[in-house]
């Protein structure tokens, strides 16, 4: 099973070197990394230029991980593909495990792992719930695949057209949500296989901001699939609310969760949820 991977690559010098390292100690050997440098200069192109090891792919300006992601697509030459952002971590046998799974389970057209998330003090959580197999209801609702954590058939991303590049928030939701819809079936691994950084090396604020747009992306294009699942909507939202009051402060913080708190007073489907 040959395997390409794929990582996006914007200002991650500090990390990018612990990712690489995370890929060079894979029990299962990988046949290429592709890098794309999201919105190439001097300085990332010296950078990038240091590992003899990887293809490297220079973008003119930055256009977002969804695009990146399809550019690093596009150039692999492998039938599987591996994504990982440059600032987080796999486990020695990640891929080992994916490639068993895989061949032990051939009806599923990819795979992912639990997830760990961590910072410079270690492991902070882990997050093994999970569906065993993605279901259109699943991903309407909520983000169960991290790219880190996806394997996936090259072709199947591509006969749903890649990622959407208007996304800039949610789009591996979207993506998936899409490879459902099309009958592909993503199994999940229940161990933590990957390491998600948790860190504050941006605008948490701005973080928030981005969710809430990509709720209103995914909702406004998949209005007709939210219509056909009753109940898919208010979960979404709720759980839209909740993720991004947590990466705002002051006064939009407090309404996100009161927005979130009221909707589970009003919809009895969220209250197992909030309470």
């Not at 890098?35 to 950078?47: C, E, I």
């Not at 150039?75 to 990640?94: E, P, R």
């Not at 057209?109 to 209801?137: A, E, M």
Request: aromatic letters at 10%; glycine letters at 6%.
């Amino acid at each position: 099973m040959q395997i390409s991977v794929v990582i996006p690559f914007y200002n991650d010098y500090d990390f990018f070197p612990e990712a690489l390292a995370s890929v060079r100690r894979q029990s299962y050997q990988v046949a290429e990394v592709v890098v794309v440098n999201d919105g190439a200069d001097q300085k990332s192109r010296q950078f990038l230029g240091q590992f003899d090891d990887i293809t490297v792919i220079h973008l003119p300006e930055n256009s977002g991980s969804a695009a990146a992601r399809n550019v690093g697509i596009i150039a692999a030459v492998s039938s599987w593909i591996a994504f990982l952002d440059a600032d987080d971590v796999w486990m020695d046998n990640k891929l080992a495990m994916q490639v068993k799974f895989l061949k032990d389970n051939p009806h599923f057209d990819g795979c992912h792992t639990g997830v760990c998330t961590f910072n410079q003090d270690g492991i902070l959580n882990t997050y093994l719930n999970k569906p065993g197999n993605l279901k259109i209801s699943d991903m309407l609702i909520d983000t169960h695949v991290l790219p880190s954590a996806l394997m996936i058939r090259r072709q199947a991303l591509l006969d749903i057209n890649l990622f959407d590049v208007k996304f800039r928030c949610k789009q591996d939701q979207e993506l998936t949500l899409r490879l459902a819809v099309s009958g592909y079936q993503v199994g999940f691994i229940n161990q933590c296989l990957m390491k998600l950084r948790r860190m504050d090396h941006g605008n948490t604020t701005s973080s928030g901001h981005k969710i809430l747009a990509g709720a209103w992306q995914m909702l406004r294009k998949h209005r007709n699939l939210y219509r056909q699942y009753p109940g898919t909507t208010a979960k979404f939202i709720y759980f839209s609310l909740m993720t991004a009051g947590g990466k705002m402060h002051g006064l939009e913080r407090k309404s996100c969760f009161m927005l979130g708190k009221t909707m589970a007073r009003v919809f009895p489907s969220l209250r197992s949820l909030a309470s």
